[in-house]
Structure formats: structure tokens, C-alpha cells
């Protein structure tokens, strides 16, 4: 008998994503399998350590929010990420839940100004990887309550 496979869902190039542990749902995220590492927007407000263990607060502002919202999270690293323009930036990394539909997972996450984007966080293909597949032809298709998109351009 051979090991059984897991076959990946098959997701958008943009969903609406959540991450729970920081009380964060309904992200709107572009999917961009370019981009090594999943991004979110976020300002880092301080660093700091409970229980020996590395902490980052920041301030997420999204369109359509009523108020900035601040949370805290695991800091794993601060690491040099090349951004779309080819530009490298020293940004926070932090480890939290990311649910995507029905399949939640920890995903590293780096915080960067999103501000300029039409999106307040990018999913990277690490957080992809052996889990989702993309079907850049449509969107929503991990998203409850959203009718799928076909056809429409990124």
C-alpha cells in the first residue's frame, strides 16, 4: 500500500482570508505566487518580550475599517524581502494562524506599507505550497458567501 496524498484546494488569485489569532477576518488578499513570503499591511508599533518569548504590536489600518486596529504577535525575524518594485526592505516576520476557507494553517508573514496597494495583504507561495492550487482565471473560489468570479483580470 502507498502513502496517500493529499490533494490541495484550488483557490483565486484574490480571496478573503482570515486571521484569527489577531482578530483580523475577511482580508481582501491578492494570491501572487512571484512573492516567496505572504505580506500583510501593518505599521510595527514596538517589540517586546512575554514569557521569554519575542512579541511585535502593530497597527493595521484597513479601507472600509472604522478604526486602527492594534495587534500583537509572535516575532520570528526581521529579514531583508525584495518587494515588487526590487527593492529590499528590512521587515518584521511574524508566525499566526491564516485561514483560507475551510484550511487553516501558521503561516510566516511579513508586515510591510501595504498603503499604496490595492490590497492589504499578498499570499505568498510558501503559505501555497503543498496546500492550494491557483486559478488565475477566477476569484472567491475559497470564499463562503462570495459568488466566484470568472474571468476577471488581476
Given amino acids: 500500500m502507498g502513502k496517500t496524498r493529499h490533494e490541495p484546494?484550488?483557490?483565486?488569485?484574490?480571496?478573503?482570508?482570515?486571521?484569527?489569532?489577531?482578530?483580523?477576518?475577511?482580508?481582501?488578499a491578492k494570491v501572487d505566487t512571484g512573492a516567496r513570503t505572504s505580506s500583510l499591511h501593518g505599521e510595527v508599533i514596538e517589540e517586546f518580550e512575554r514569557d521569554g518569548a519575542?512579541?511585535?504590536?502593530?497597527?493595521?489600518?484597513?479601507?472600509?475599517?472604522?478604526?486602527?486596529?492594534?495587534?500583537?504577535a509572535v516575532h520570528v525575524d526581521i529579514r531583508g524581502?525584495?518587494?515588487?518594485?526590487?527593492?529590499?526592505?528590512?521587515?518584521?516576520?511574524?508566525?499566526t494562524p491564516l485561514r483560507i476557507g475551510e484550511v487553516e494553517f501558521r503561516a510566516e508573514?511579513?508586515?510591510a506599507d501595504r498603503s499604496?496597494?490595492?490590497f492589504p495583504?499578498?499570499?505568498?507561495?510558501?503559505?501555497?505550497?503543498r496546500r492550494?492550487?491557483?486559478?488565475?482565471?477566477?476569484?472567491?473560489?475559497?470564499?463562503?458567501?462570495?459568488v466566484p468570479v470568472k474571468g476577471d483580470k488581476p
Fill in 9 to 28: 484546494g484550488v483557490i483565486g488569485w484574490r480571496e478573503l482570508v482570515h486571521l484569527p489569532e489577531l482578530g483580523l477576518h475577511a482580508i481582501p
Fill in 54 to 72: 519575542k512579541f511585535v504590536r502593530f497597527a493595521v489600518d484597513f479601507p472600509g475599517q472604522d478604526a486602527l486596529q492594534v495587534c500583537e
Fill in 81 to 95: 524581502i525584495t518587494s515588487s518594485n526590487g527593492e529590499t526592505q528590512r521587515r518584521y516576520v511574524i508566525k
Fill in 109 to 111: 508573514i511579513s508586515l
Fill in 116 to 118: 499604496d496597494m490595492k
Fill in 121 to 129: 495583504m499578498l499570499i505568498g507561495r510558501s503559505s501555497l505550497r
Fill in 132 to 146: 492550494f492550487v491557483v486559478d488565475s482565471g477566477h476569484s472567491w473560489l475559497q470564499t463562503p458567501g462570495r
